[in-house]
Nanobody, 121 residues
C-alpha cells in the first residue's frame, strides 16, 4: 500500500515556474515507478512525466524541455519542476505509483488527491 500527497500547486503567470512535490508513505517507495499526470476541465487525464526506481525519466512531448521530474528515495518524495509555464498547462496535477514505469494512465495503482496549477496569460 502506498499513500501519496501532492503539494506545491498555485497560480502563476505565463512564463513562470512552479515546483510540485509528492510525498509517499510506505517502506517500499524506492522500488516503485512514479508518474505525474494532469487533468484539465472537460478533458481526460493525461501523462506528463514518469521516473523509474533507478531514475530513468520519460516526458510527454508537450512538456519536454520545460518540466523536470526527480525523486529522492531517502525522503520518499518525487518532484516536478515546471518552467516556462503556459496557460495550456492549467490542470489538476496528480502523482501516481506502480511497480514498473509506464506512461499509461490506466496502469497506475496508487494516486494522490491532486493539486491545482493555474497559469494566467
Amino acid at each position: 500500500q502506498v499513500q501519496l500527497v501532492e503539494s506545491g500547486g498555485g497560480l502563476v503567470q505565463a512564463g513562470g515556474s512552479l515546483r510540485l512535490s509528492c510525498a509517499a508513505s510506505g517502506r517500499t517507495f524506492s522500488s516503485y515507478a512514479m508518474g505525474w499526470f494532469r487533468q484539465a476541465p472537460g478533458k481526460e487525464r493525461e501523462f506528463v512525466a514518469a521516473i523509474s526506481w533507478g531514475g530513468t525519466t520519460y516526458y510527454a512531448d508537450s512538456v519536454k524541455g520545460r518540466f523536470t521530474m526527480s525523486r529522492d528515495n531517502a525522503k520518499n518524495t518525487v518532484s516536478l519542476q515546471m518552467n516556462s509555464l503556459k496557460p495550456e498547462d492549467t490542470a489538476v496535477y496528480y502523482c501516481a505509483a506502480r511497480p514498473s514505469i509506464t506512461t499509461s494512465t490506466a496502469s497506475y495503482d496508487y494516486w494522490g488527491q491532486g493539486t491545482q496549477v493555474t497559469v494566467s496569460s
